[in-house]
């Protein structure tokens, strides 16, 4: 025998030993799908309405069939109490419980903690429903019901993916965390304070955290390297002492509405312009290289218009509008309360009026900052107006974005397990959207954040007939699973 070849079998034998059985495990999935949708159709089945406190029991139920899911593959799983959310007439509800679950404790291995939410949007058959939103529902390999999407398969495709590796005696390639939420979808009330007083022992071992409460772009898989912020503001217009007949009062007094039309027209141009002194002159400026990537990544824009109904959009090739997506920042005037908004006809003149408007934050914005530029902004063109109604301008929310750096580990990390399961490489986007709870994370803990989704880009969150893929469902579980294997070679390559 050639005494010289053995150090190569025995090279060869030991990688062999060491090498992901990806594809047993990948199997393993395909082979319990059906569960899969069983379990998805179990948990759409819950009501867990955050914006409604009469759901309140629902989303406590929601809590509890989450936290026993976890309890029975034997993780150290614990709810956590958060307090209570006052309500607007003085009373007081409890909040859901927080869950938090640990799979492993091995201080040699990487900890990740995976965040995701079990609360959904409002959702009724009669507000456009082609099916029982709370009835998951396939037609042609899509699975419809409300949560469907936004979170409640990628939080169970998350614990399909720990579960994968117990069942078939595997040992997890990372240590595994999860925080599980009831509120997000109303502003995470309570979770702030609960990161904050666990910082230095639930989360003090945690090297990376991951969120998968976002979508694709296209067809080809993404990971999400930025949100925008949100600063939210109610401008109120105050006048008389009560609503006034338009026909005995009307030209005799000046309207708050009037008013209040007037000031929100000096907001942003007809072209999409921001007319706010000092609010575009603090965005971060666009780089070649960002200019790059966006002009690298797959999207339609044919598509995207039929997508949300139009003919038209603000801006005419792909990385304009993009760009304007992600980190640029735009207002929206989201409504008037005081407003009459009833079917028919009512002459009435509102007493007081309360606009409803947001600016998206990017980087390198200070929502501190944006908030004395609206403000100031607004009360000087109120009082050019000379008008003797009363002006106020509150800012409700201060969201500020969130930006990782596509180069980290992490995100390279991402990239290797989407080419190992769809074969091909991922687009890095940035989200419009808002997802206070990742800089939350990020400042508070002060760990490395990675976005990953599976949801589709036409799974219709928040929106009728929400949904997502038997296909993007079963492989993201499988991403997953690819994912914490990755991550596991961060610290091995580092050393």
């Not at 409640?152 to 579960?163: D, F, N, R, S, Y």
Request: hydrophobic share 40%; glycine share 8%.
């Amino acid at each position: 025998m050639n005494l010289q070849v053995l150090p190569s079998i025995l090279l060869l034998v030991i990688s062999s030993v060491h090498a992901f059985p990806y594809t047993e495990l990948a199997q393993y999935i395909d082979s319990h799908q059906e569960e899969y949708v069983e379990a998805l159709r179990d948990w759409v089945a819950i009501e867990s309405d955050s914006s409604n406190v009469l759901k309140r029991q629902d989303i406590h139920r929601m809590m509890e069939v989450a936290a026993q899911k976890l309890r029975l593959m034997g993780g150290n799983v614990e709810l956590v109490d958060i307090g209570e959310q006052e309500l607007p007439d003085g009373q007081t509800l409890a909040l859901p419980k927080v869950v938090t679950a640990q799979f492993g404790n091995d201080p040699n291995k990487e900890t990740v903690c995976v965040y995701g939410h079990v609360d959904v949007q409002p959702a009724k058959l009669e507000d456009g429903w082609a099916t029982d939103p709370y009835n998951l529902t396939e037609i042609n390999g899509n699975l419809y019901g409300r949560g469907a999407s936004d979170n409640k398969a990628p939080v169970l495709a998350w614990i399909h993916a720990v579960e994968a590796y117990q069942s078939l005696n595997m040992d997890l390639p990372v240590n595994v965390k999860f925080v599980i939420e009831g509120m997000e979808e109303t502003g995470s009330n309570g979770l702030d304070a609960m990161i904050v007083a666990q910082r230095d022992t639930f989360f003090s071992d945690v090297d990376y955290i991951i969120i998968s409460d976002c979508g694709w772009l296209s067809r080809r898989p993404a990971l999400t390297y930025g949100t925008r912020g949100n600063c939210y503001f109610f401008a109120e217009v105050e006048g008389p002492k009560k609503d006034l007949h338009s026909g005995v009062y009307g030209g005799a007094v000046i309207e708050p509405m009037t008013d209040l039309i007037g000031i929100l027209d000096t907001l942003i141009s007809p072209s999409g312009k921001i007319l706010i002194p000092g609010i575009r002159e603090a965005v971060a400026p666009l780089s070649d290289e960002e200019w790059k990537m966006y002009q690298d990544i797959q999207f339609d824009m044919e598509n995207y218009k039929s997508k949300i109904g139009v003919n038209q959009l603000m801006y005419s090739n792909k990385v304009d509008l993009l760009a304007h997506l992600w980190r640029y920042p735009t207002v929206t005037i989201h409504g008037i309360e005081g407003a009459f908004s009833d079917p028919g006809t009512k002459t009435v003149i509102p007493a007081k009026v309360t606009a409803k408007f947001s600016i998206r934050q990017v980087p390198n914005m200070d929502p501190a900052m944006v908030k004395k530029q609206v403000t100031d902004y607004l009360h000087s063109v109120f009082a050019k107006r000379k008008s003797p109604n009363k002006l106020k301008v509150t800012m409700v929310i201060g969201a500020k974005p969130w930006l990782a750096d596509t180069q980290h580990a992490l995100y390279e990390a991402g990239k290797a397990a989407v080419k190992k399961v769809f074969d091909m490489d991922p687009d890095l986007i940035r989200e419009g959207g808002t997802i206070p709870i990742a800089r939350t994370f990020q400042d508070v803990t002060g760990k490395s954040l990675v976005m990953m989704p599976i949801g589709g880009f036409d799974d219709g969150l928040h929106s009728q007939n929400e949904k997502i893929s038997r296909y993007n469902y079963i492989e993201g579980t499988k991403l997953f699973i690819a994912y914490l294997n990755e991550v596991a070679q961060i610290k091995k390559s580092s050393v």
